[in-house]
């Protein structure tokens, strides 16, 4: 009897213990994270997002890994068939990237959050369909959503005002008029274009920025998403390639460039002035303001080499935020979605120099910032429907047979035979 006393009292302490806490407590939850945003300024702009969104729910505990984007997507597969995998995760779009994880089963679809939230209000259902994938992850573009963007990319060109005030030159509105900007910074003894290839990735960017300046959008789409007539044997490419290689050989890149990394290397030489132009993303935007300012750096699309033709870039949405399909956390997984891509989050990227996927208010712009530029920049292709798309996303090792092209390893003939085999044989 003295037992059963015993186990009675006990329980009437429970109950009386959970009578007296505090109204509205929560079980304590962490909710694992796994983004890319590895340099300081979006370091910042992230951790407070993440205060604010523990704040908003008392017992919710951010566990945040931050990793770049090629380690992300190499040990994403392993990490999201696991139970403490990331409860979160920035998954870049692609066969490669979404697709396959997609096809693993790893990834929960998304439209019933995206109606409750209102997420395809956010930016066109042309950019959505970049997180977009049949539930077999065969066909890319098209079926459920798995991923929702909080940033827009536009791969441009930085450039050094004062160079160009020096020499007279303005901003190219042709292809022939970008040459010859490439062109007069040669002849005046500098480097035209600070570039460094050593991690493949930004070798797809300088190249496909040519490229699309040559290529069609109907083209590079048929062939990003496979579609019937998809194909790399084209004239556009031929003549990207025959280009690039001739700029190789004029010396318009940096000295050494294929010994050159891109956060490093390639970043200092371009902040310290090392070159006049880099050929790059709208993500550096924010890092480049951190360290010189709005002053002094603008930023323009390279033109279309097509007549009449508006810039068509390189572009879209950056890596989505997705949601591990065995996660125990799903509805709150979501909710953290909505907070890392919506109007909030907008203003903090917008405030940290980045390029957010929402609209930015242009009333908060200052003409003649560098942060105005990229804005109107992406303004211009995606109210033109002239976003193009990064080649990787359904070739993955284009970046490898880039590298051959620039070191001289093959003609510009042989690479795009050999990019069209291996995008046959897929």
Do not use: C
């Not at 068939?81 to 490669?96: H, K, L, R």
């Amino acid at each position: 009897m003295k037992n059963a006393r015993n186990l009675i009292t006990l329980a009437l302490v429970a109950v009386l213990l959970a009578a007296l806490a505090p109204a509205g407590a929560q079980e304590e939850v962490t909710l694992v994270v796994w983004d890319n945003w590895t340099r300081d300024a979006e370091q910042a702009m992230i951790e407070q997002l993440n205060a604010e969104f523990e704040e908003a729910h008392p017992g919710v505990t951010i566990q945040r890994e931050a990793y770049d984007t090629s380690d992300l997507t190499s040990i994403l597969p392993l990490a999201l068939s696991e139970a403490s995998g990331p409860d979160v995760a920035m998954i870049n779009q692609g066969y490669t990237g979404m697709g396959a994880l997609v096809e693993a089963g790893l990834l929960l679809p998304l439209d019933s959050y995206a109606e409750q939230y209102g997420w395809g209000e956010r930016y066109a259902e042309g950019l959505h369909a970049r997180n977009r994938f049949t539930e077999d992850g065969k066909t890319f573009g098209e079926g459920n959503l798995y991923g929702v963007s909080t940033t827009a990319e536009v791969v441009g060109v930085y450039y050094w005002e004062d160079d160009f005030a020096d020499l007279g030159l303005s901003i190219p509105t042709t292809f022939d008029e970008f040459e010859a900007v490439v062109k007069a910074l040669k002849d005046a003894g500098k480097t035209p274009i600070v570039f460094g290839s050593l991690d493949g990735w930004p070798a797809i960017h300088t190249w496909g920025a040519i490229e699309h300046a040559y290529a069609t959008p109907q083209e590079i789409d048929d062939f990003i998403y496979r579609r019937e007539g998809g194909t790399f044997d084209t004239e556009a490419n031929l003549k990207a390639a025959q280009k690039m290689v001739e700029w190789i050989g004029a010396g318009y890149f940096s000295p050494g460039f294929e010994g050159m990394d891109y956060d490093n290397q390639t970043f200092s030489a371009f902040l310290n002035h090392e070159g006049s132009m880099w050929i790059t993303g709208s993500w550096m935007t924010g890092s480049i303001t951190a360290d010189l300012g709005e002053e002094g750096i603008g930023f323009f699309l390279v033109p279309s080499a097509l007549p009449d033709a508006p810039p068509y870039s390189i572009g879209g949405v950056g890596l989505a935020y997705g949601i591990r399909a065995t996660s125990e956390h799903p509805d709150l997984a979501a909710a953290y979605i909505d907070l890392v891509t919506g109007p909030r989050a907008a203003e903090l990227l917008f405030e940290n120099g980045f390029l957010p996927a929402a609209a930015v208010d242009p009333a908060l712009l200052t003409e003649g910032s560098l942060t105005a530029d990229v804005v109107n920049a992406w303004n211009t292709i995606s109210t033109q429907d002239a976003v193009g798309h990064y080649l990787d996303w359904t070739m993955p090792d284009i970046a490898a047979d880039i590298q051959e092209l620039m070191a001289g390893q093959v003609t510009p003939e042989e690479f795009v035979q050999n990019v069209e085999a291996d995008y046959t044989a897929q």
